[in-house]
């Protein structure tokens, strides 16, 4: 497995901006995707965003046009910008890699509020 650190959560307004980073223990070169997940309060986690080695990105439909993901190789890392927050994007984000055979990669995990 790789060692995932999240960051970049806190408190924001509603339509404020927050840019969350992963970085990971290994080279993310040769990692073909990347993603980020959140779960909210008594929800189900579920996919946010994800990216390929190519760089073709995925989006869930509830935060196209407002989010970005990228992948930075050279930092081993992975980022998700993310513009005009909703309360209801209010989760804890994990960074994940998928692994062989159920073997995923998960950060920690960051808290993101989004609230006036």
């Known amino acids: 497995q790789v060692q995932l650190v999240d960051s970049g959560g806190g408190l924001v307004q509603p339509g404020g901006s927050l840019r969350l980073s992963c970085i990971a223990s290994t080279n993310i070169f040769n990692i073909y995707a990347m993603g980020w997940y959140r779960q909210a309060p008594g929800k189900q986690r579920e996919l946010v965003a994800a990216i390929t080695h190519g760089d073709h990105a995925n989006y869930a439909d509830s935060v196209k046009d407002r989010f970005t993901i990228s992948r930075d190789n050279a930092k081993n890392t992975v980022y998700l910008q993310m513009n005009s927050l909703k309360p209801e994007d209010t989760a804890v984000y994990y960074c994940?890699?998928?692994?062989?055979?159920?073997?995923?990669?998960w950060g920690q995990g960051t808290r993101v509020t989004v609230s006036s």
């Open positions: 994940h890699i998928p692994g062989p055979g159920g073997n995923d990669s």
